[in-house]
C-alpha cells in the first residue's frame, strides 16, 4: 500500500541554520509528492510539488527532490527564519487511489532568533 | 477567490451526541475530501466526495459519514460521538479530475472538535 514517513520532531534549530526534514515513501504506483506546512491555529498549506521522478519543487526557499530511486523528498532550506517555526508535512497522491492523499505525521520546527 | 471555509471553528459535544461539520469548497471545485487530525494518529483520511458521489473512503467505522451537495458544499456527521473523536477535522477540496496528474487540494483552518 502507500504511506510516507518522515522524521520526527521536534526540531529546534538557530535562525540562518540549514534544515532538512527527511521523507520516504512507499508507493504502488507511480506518485506525486507534497510538502504541506501548517502554521499554528490554521489548516494545510501546499509549500511545494513534484510530479515525477528528478523533478525539484520549490517555493519560498524550501527545496524538495524527488528521487525514485531511494524514495525519498527530503525537505530543504539553507537558511531558516523564525517565521518558518511551523509543522510540516510530506504526503504522496497516486493515481491509482484516486484523489486519497497520504501524509506523514508531520516534524514541528522552531526557529529560534 | 475565497479559500475553503469550514464552519463551526470549534465545537463541544458530550459523549453519545451527534456533530454536523460543514466544508464549503472553492468556487469550481467538484472534490471534497475529509481528514481527521489527531496528535497520536497524524491526519487520516476520512472520505472524498466528487459531484455529490463518496468516490474514496478511508477507514473509520460507520459512525462517521459524510454528503456532498449540488453547489459542491459537504457536510460530515459523526453519530454516537466517542472521547476518542476529539480531533481537528480537515477539509481539502480540489477540482477532482484525474487523470494523469494529481489534484492539489486547498486545505481549510478545520473544526476543532472536543468531546467531553
Known amino acids: 500500500g502507500n504511506s510516507v514517513t518522515q522524521m520526527e520532531g521536534p526540531v529546534t534549530l538557530s535562525e540562518e541554520a540549514f534544515l532538512t526534514i527527511n521523507c520516504t515513501y512507499t508507493a504502488t504506483g507511480y506518485p506525486s509528492l507534497f510538502w504541506y506546512v501548517q502554521y499554528p491555529g490554521e489548516g494545510l498549506q501546499l509549500l511545494l510539488k513534484a510530479t515525477k521522478a528528478d523533478d525539484k519543487g520549490s517555493n519560498k526557499g524550501f527545496e524538495a527532490t524527488y528521487r525514485k530511486e531511494t524514495t525519498s523528498f527530503h525537505l530543504e532550506k539553507g537558511s531558516v527564519q523564525v517565521s518558518d517555526s511551523a509543522v510540516y508535512f510530506c504526503a504522496l497522491s497516486d493515481k491509482n487511489t484516486g484523489n486519497q492523499f497520504y501524509f506523514g505525521t508531520g516534524t514541528s520546527l522552531t526557529v529560534i532568533p | 477567490k475565497a479559500g475553503v471555509t469550514q464552519t463551526p471553528r470549534y465545537l463541544i459535544k458530550t459523549r453519545g451526541q451527534q456533530v454536523t461539520l460543514s466544508c464549503s469548497p472553492i468556487?469550481?471545485?467538484?472534490?471534497v475530501s475529509w481528514y481527521q487530525q489527531t496528535p497520536g494518529q497524524g491526519l487520516q483520511f476520512l472520505f472524498e466526495y466528487f459531484s455529490e458521489t463518496q468516490r474514496n473512503k478511508g477507514n473509520f467505522p460507520g459512525r462517521f459519514s459524510g454528503r456532498q451537495f449540488s453547489n459542491s458544499r459537504s457536510e460530515m456527521n459523526v453519530s454516537t460521538l466517542e472521547l476518542g473523536d476529539s480531533a481537528l477535522y480537515l477539509c481539502a477540496s480540489s477540482l477532482g479530475t484525474g487523470g494523469l496528474s494529481y489534484n492539489e487540494q486547498f486545505f481549510g483552518p478545520g473544526t476543532r472538535l472536543t468531546v467531553l
Open positions: 468556487s469550481g471545485h467538484r472534490s
